[in-house]
């Protein structure tokens, strides 16, 4: 084969890989993630389902857990949490959980898919999502090791206030998605009511960093 041709056949390889990906995260944010399935995927793409197997080691899985790796908020912040604690440039772990969770806060609001993947991931038993999910608890751990310092002499858990604040972000965004723009009398659909939510994050980190003192 000569080297122009190699050339084409990787790159029309990865433009298909691309377009798989992408079709994923188009029926999540259409038909949610009960709507995925293997010959629906490669129709959405315009491509046969073998190629899925052919360019995905012959398994959906997989195709699934490239989408969820570039899409997933804690995958994406995965280099940055483990460049901030093997170098230790950040000493401000107050502004920086702060940042963290409103940062996921407004992106699991604005992204239909990566809601419908959490629902996914609360709803079945998958081996997938149970996969990711431990991936998720690894890369919490990175950021729980450059708290624990500040909270190890104090009877504060930091890292149940952080589970409530991350399970309250799932929940409340859901919730009102699929419930009404109200919750707890604070209307999420308004950018008023979402600002109060992150007013509501920055206080109660604050006041665990306080009490920690």
């Known amino acids: 084969m000569k080297p122009s041709e190699k050339h084409k056949q990787i790159r029309n390889k990865e433009l ?36 899925i197997y052919d360019y995905f080691d012959r398994d959906f899985n997989n195709l699934m857990e490239a989408y969820i790796l570039e899409t997933d908020y804690w995958m ?39 809601q419908e993947l959490i629902i996914w991931e609360v709803t079945s038993k ?38 409530l604040l991350v399970g309250g972000i799932y929940y409340s965004i859901l919730h009102t998605r699929h419930n009404g723009g109200s919750f707890s009398g604070l209307d999420l659909s308004t950018e008023k009511g979402r600002d109060e939510m992150l007013e509501a994050i920055e206080m109660i980190v604050g006041w665990a960093y306080k009490a920690g003192v």
């Open 16 to 51: 298909t890989k691309r377009k798989l990906i992408d079709a994923v995260g188009q029926i999540l944010r259409k038909d949610g993630y009960a709507g995925l399935g293997v010959n629906k995927v490669a129709k959405q793409a315009g491509v046969t389902k073998k190629l």
């Open 76 to 114: 994406m912040f995965a280099d940055k949490v483990k460049e901030l604690t093997e170098r230790h440039a950040f000493t401000d772990h107050q502004k920086l959980i702060t940042d963290i969770l409103q940062n996921q806060f407004r992106y699991f609001h604005l992204e239909k898919q990566v």
């Open 126 to 163: 998958s081996p997938l999502m149970r996969s990711i999910h431990n991936v998720r608890e690894s890369l919490g751990q990175q950021l729980f090791e450059m708290t624990d310092t500040h909270f190890k002499k104090t009877n504060i858990n930091f890292r149940a206030v952080a589970a």
